[in-house]
């Protein structure tokens, strides 16, 4: 099992890590962002990461999807920031020091993902990456925004697809378009 494991001190070390695994060449695996959200560990695939900032106050706003928090301003560009808790039907939390947004590109659009920290950056090999596992009654466990679940040694990381966290017709409700403020 080929596998890279990175520990984050603090923030700074995000950035450096990042811009070094995106210059480094892959070891026949995927390479995967990974963060908490509540207890468990997911991970995204580290193409689809376009930066990882502190969490900062949102604009709400009015009649969007409770899962949607609001939009920030990144250097003049407009993102919708959403918080997967509730998309994922768990309970709401306050944000502190620790959480982050992931900007993360979905169906050619940026959108942020409140998460509760940062972990690792991880290398893991495509056979150590198994299908969502079915189980029992599939119609109670709701699998449809993972891309499977990877080993590595002896915990998992939930692998997202983040083009099954949004559809095309969700974002395409979000006011999205880059203006210049």
């Known amino acids: 099992?080929?596998?890279?494991?990175?520990?984050?001190?603090?923030?700074?070390?995000i950035?450096?890590?990042?811009m070094n695994l995106l210059?480094?060449?892959?070891?026949?695996?995927?390479?995967?962002?990974?963060?908490n959200i509540a207890t468990e560990e997911y991970g995204i695939n580290i193409n689809s990461v376009q930066e990882i900032t502190g969490h900062r106050p949102l604009t709400y706003l009015p009649n969007s999807p409770k899962h949607i928090k609001g939009i920030l301003n990144l250097r003049g560009n407009i993102i919708p920031v959403m918080d997967p808790r509730i998309k994922f039907g768990l309970d709401e939390v306050q944000y502190d020091k620790n959480s982050v947004i992931i900007i993360v590109e979905s169906?050619?659009?940026?959108i942020g993902i409140i998460v509760d920290?940062?972990?690792?950056?991880?290398?893991?090999?495509?056979?150590?990456?198994?299908?969502?596992?079915?189980?029992?009654?599939?119609n109670k466990i709701d699998v449809q925004f993972l891309e499977g679940v990877g080993k590595v040694g002896d915990k998992f990381v939930i692998i997202l697809n983040i083009n099954?966290?949004?559809s095309k017709e969700e974002l395409s409700q979000i006011p999205m378009k880059a203006v210049s403020i």
């Open 164 to 166: 099954k966290v949004f």
């Open 117 to 138: 920290n940062i972990k690792d950056v991880l290398t893991i090999d495509s056979k150590n990456i198994e299908d969502t596992p079915k189980i029992g009654d599939t």
């Open 1 to 13: 099992m080929s596998m890279e494991k990175k520990q984050f001190e603090n923030k700074a070390d």
């Open 15 to 18: 950035k450096e890590a990042l």
């Open 107 to 110: 169906f050619e659009k940026n």
């Open 23 to 35: 210059h480094s060449s892959t070891t026949g695996g995927n390479q995967f962002v990974t963060f």
